[in-house]
């Protein structure tokens, strides 16, 4: 009987240079003890990643499927491990394709083993929670967590958690063993570490953030143990919250339901209350051009955008106004209402025209596009660009529009209003700020939409795209104090 002792922290090399000599040796399976170091228990190995196949003596060399598999199942704490795997090796110098044999035991133990050590590396990314320490190096802040994990993977994990913090100190400490990186070198300790006591305020950050994405109707009470072990729990800030919140549960879905977002009528339902107890247009002979002119733009299904649109949404201002902004299409805060620019994109032109000098009260504000264009996802309704097509149906609204109010300025919001006015689809950058001339002697400026400016995702750009805006707004003031009355 041959006796081997190893350390047995989920060292692979350890294993591999022991298997090396015992099969050199032409030790049968059932004629090794394996030991931990210290102790007089059976026991199986441990693993790290990366290395060469085992070559032994006699010439003959693994698969390397037994290789990757291996340097998972060490890293198990099964008592077995080191001769579950010695005794797979030594079946494979007869039995080559035994890896691809799911039924028989061997392999399927192993199977057990590997998934057992990867859903508690997984476990190790989810659920580590990092503190930042005070001291700082370099200009580099430095954090430390503590984690308990099963097995012996903290070797094995610690290259997501550098990839993923490389700009940051930090050491992950846990009773089988710990990892730190400081800019330049990943080191692991396979030597159980001390706990560190570190708090700062992303526990209280951990804390709102899990409040805010608890949803009380989905609750699932032994799926959300089976995902988030209560055996973590006590080093999670954010698991102090989680009693109470379950004890809320059924509370706050009431108070869901109570607030949950009224659906608009279907169109046609909506279309036939709009005309009912009338006369069909007739209704309409006696109102002034501009209200006969929305009057009809109400019962517009000139375009498939009507189907699911709350309403027409009209444009709005004096019917005498010298400046006309055109839009690109109304979006969610709109079509409910049924007004134009009054959701965000609208209180930044708002905002905009009144830094211009120009009195929003008496200009006309219209859209491209009358009708709400979007996709659903979940209860929210989220803007889509309107097409050429829905563009060229919406034309002869915004040409009857300019007909009837005949404005001395016509500034187009975005590349769409632009297409909408001249029928031409240009860069916004080739047109923008420059005055040109229309019919009956108008003028048509270009600049972009306020919706642009809130969808950019880098704050400098979007305060310079801004800035911007208001410039153009600041020319359109100019031009409208240069031009002659139509």
Known sequence: MRTVTLEGRGAFDEWRDAARALLADRVAPD??????????????????PETEPVDVPSGTAVPKGFIEAAEAAICHTDPDRFSLLYRILWRLQAERALLQVSSDPDV????????????????MKAFVRFREVDAVQAGRRRFVAWFEPEHFIVARTAGFFQRRFTDM??????????????????????????????EDETDELWRTYFANIFNPARLKIKAMQSEMPKKYWKNMPEASLIPDLIAGAERRVAEMAERQASQPPAFHERLQAQWRGREGEEASVDLPPLERLRHEAAGC???????????TVFGEGPKDSEIMFVGEQPGDTEDLAGKPFIGPAGRVFDEAVAAAGIDRTQVYVTNAVKHFKYERRGKRRIHMRPDAGEVAH????????????RPRIVVALGATAYLSLTGESRPIAEVRGMPIPMQE?????????????????DPDLKARSLEAFRSDLQGVRRLFDTLPAL
Not at 39 to 48: H, N, P, S, V
Not at 108 to 123: A, G
Not at 395 to 400: D, E, I, L
């Open 394 to 405: 919406c034309r002869w609204w915004v040409a009857k529009e300019i007909e009837i109010i």
């Open 108 to 123: 399927s133990d192993l199977v057990r083993l590997i998934k057992n050590v990867r859903r508690d590396s997984h476990k």
């Open 31 to 48: 004629q090794v003890r394996w030991q931990l170091s210290g102790e007089g228990a059976d026991l199986f190995g441990a693993m790290l």
């Open 441 to 457: 002697g108008r003028m048509l400026l270009v600049t972009t939409h306020p919706a642009a400016i809130l969808r950019m995702p």
């Open 301 to 311: 299904t000139r375009c498939p955008l009507h189907c699911h649109a709350t309403q």
């Open 169 to 198: 100190d930090w050491l992950i400490a846990t009773p089988k063993g710990s990892a730190a990186w400081n800019g330049r070198d990943l080191k692991s300790s396979q030597e159980p570490a001390a706990r560190p006591e570190a």
